[in-house]
């Protein structure tokens, strides 16, 4: 996750913050994330290469949240679920998935439409 994410307050109350630790929750959170998960090893061994990688490259990562290990889960309240659907039949944007993405040219006229 680069810093163009900004966490909303219900994304801080689960401690998900910026940084590699809520890359690890995306690509593979339900094995590696939390106090207890089933591959408690696959996050150290994710941060270690990237801190490899960052320091062959020579970026600072000293203010990012390696780890995933107090996080929750991403869910439905947190800011990674933007309003990005229209809903028939007022065509208003929500968070839930219909046949008409707002990132589609043409979906919010063939929603009105009713196609």
Do not use: H
Request: proline fraction near 7%.
């Amino acid at each position: 996750v680069d810093q163009s994410w900004q966490p909303n307050a219900n994304d801080l109350a689960a401690n998900r913050k910026p940084g590699f630790g809520a890359t690890i929750m995306i690509i593979n959170g339900a094995q590696e994330c939390g106090p207890s998960p089933p591959n408690a090893n696959g996050s150290r061994n994710r941060q270690r290469e990237y801190k490899k990688y960052a320091k062959m490259f020579g970026i600072d990562i000293s203010g990012e949240k390696l780890d995933c290990a107090d996080m929750k889960a991403f869910d439905a309240t947190g800011s990674s679920n933007p309003a990005i659907y229209w809903s028939p039949p007022s065509c208003s944007l929500n968070k839930w998935q219909t046949a008409y993405s707002a990132l589609v040219e043409g979906d919010y006229k063939r929603c009105k439409a009713g196609n």
